[in-house]
């Protein structure tokens, strides 16, 4: 039987896709964002992962099932349902894809978070089975992205267009991280790249330091522990460059 490791299971959630959600939290990540906010989620220790929370461990699909079903009725009042986060939910992908078919069997909305960093034939069956695809870009240009990630783009760039010949629908976040990709000319090489895949939209993730906790709980070098969050009033002129370029951008 297939099991998943999970890091949370959190409910009650209004920030990971429509209505009232319940989150999923999967472990393990083959990237390694030097800005991530869930390090515990590239932490295999399961002790460890128990004491940030209780929720954590080894569960099969019908658990994690039966944990969601539990709040139906609000997803059906609040438009909401499951949302699969991480981590990188396709690093899991035989179990991913199982809990998105249960999901989808029993009419529950499904929202799939993710980098888009995954073997093509694993994210084209977890695709397939979502209802939407929350898909990260962190970087246009591929060299740059591999300095701050760890991995190369085009990979992630085949899935995103494969997303879209598959008809999904998908929200493409940018976390916008100082130094990084936060300057005007990012803002143009974005938008250059969305024009060319035909993506209409955007959210801005300004950078936050919701994780810095986290780092010194692990006792984990954290590379951006004194970087100032970024708040929406200092992403002005950047997410104008997109409304420039006729793509809806907001935050
Ligand atoms: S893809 Fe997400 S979970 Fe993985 S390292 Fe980057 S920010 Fe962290």
């Not at 429509?18 to 030097?34: A, D, E, K, M, Y």
């Not at 909305?109 to 980098?115: P, R």
């Not at 810095?212 to 951006?224: C, I, Q, W």
Request: contains cysteine.
């Amino acid at each position: 039987m297939v099991t998943g490791l999970l890091f949370n299971i959190q409910k009650f959630s209004l920030h990971d896709g429509p209505g009232i959600r319940t989150v999923v939290f999967f472990n393990g990540c083959p990237l390694s964002c030097r800005w991530c906010a869930n390090p515990e989620s590239r932490q295999g220790d399961l002790s460890i992962l128990k004491a940030l929370s209780p929720d954590a461990g080894e569960y099969t699909v019908d658990q994690v099932l039966e944990i969601c079903l539990q709040d139906q009725p609000f997803y059906e009042e609040s438009g909401g349902g499951v949302t699969l986060s991480g981590g990188e939910v396709l690093a899991q992908g035989s179990f991913a894809a199982a809990l998105l078919r249960a999901l989808k069997e029993r009419k529950i909305h499904s929202v799939l978070e993710t980098s888009g960093f995954a073997p093509p034939e694993i994210f084209d069956e977890c695709a397939g089975a979502a209802d939407l695809l929350l898909f990260d870009i962190k970087h246009y240009d591929s060299r740059r992205h591999a300095e701050g990630t760890g991995v190369p783009t085009e990979l992630i760039h085949r899935n995103l267009r494969s997303a879209l010949a598959m008809g999904k629908q998908i929200l493409p976040r940018i976390p916008v991280i100082p130094g990084f990709n936060d300057a005007p000319e990012d803002a143009e090489g974005f938008s250059r790249l969305f024009q060319d895949m035909g993506l209409k939209e955007v959210q801005i993730l300004p950078f936050h330091q919701f994780g810095k906790k986290k780092y010194e709980m692990l006792k984990s070098p954290y590379a951006l522990r004194d970087i100032p969050q970024l708040h929406t009033e200092d992403l002005e002129a950047f997410r104008q460059i997109f409304l420039d370029h006729r793509i809806d951008c907001f935050f």
